[in-house]
């Protein structure tokens, strides 16, 4: 059984920066992608950012790209998402999940989702 929790989610001003980890236990995370989505409530869960198994590749949204740096350090079984300059729209649940195959920038190439994190930005 897969297991993900997020963490380092809360309030912040916008300009702001945030770091989130997920911590990942129950299978063998150094064999497999992984990515980050968000969900606002009344909103679809969207595509936030992806990694390759080895940190070599990653993908963005086009909302993030340039502000979100995601990361992973293998041994510490964990993965990272750095948000910088954050804008009142970053607000959402954030959420890790595994990566199964197939394109990394849809939502529906990931399975075993975390619990997520709150982030909120005032303005």
């Known amino acids: 059984q897969v297991q993900l929790v997020e963490s380092g989610g809360g309030l912040v001003q916008a300009g702001g920066s945030l770091r989130l980890s997920c911590a990942v236990s129950?299978?063998?995370?150094?064999?497999?992608?992984m990515g980050w989505s968000r969900q606002d409530p009344g909103k679809e869960r969207e595509f936030v950012a992806g990694?390759?198994?080895?940190?070599?590749?990653?993908y963005y949204a086009d909302s993030v790209k340039g502000r979100f740096t995601i990361s992973r350090d293998n041994a510490k079984n964990t993965i990272y998402l750095q948000m910088n300059s954050l804008k009142p729209e970053d607000t959402a649940v954030y959420y890790c999940?595994?990566?199964?195959?197939?394109?990394?920038?849809?939502?529906?190439?990931?399975?075993?989702w975390g619990r997520g994190t709150q982030v909120t930005v005032s303005s």
């Open positions: 129950g299978r063998t995370f150094s064999s497999y992608g």
């Open positions: 999940a595994q990566h199964r195959g197939g394109n990394y920038n849809t939502i529906a190439s990931y399975y075993y």
């Open positions: 990694i390759t198994w080895n940190g070599a590749i990653t």
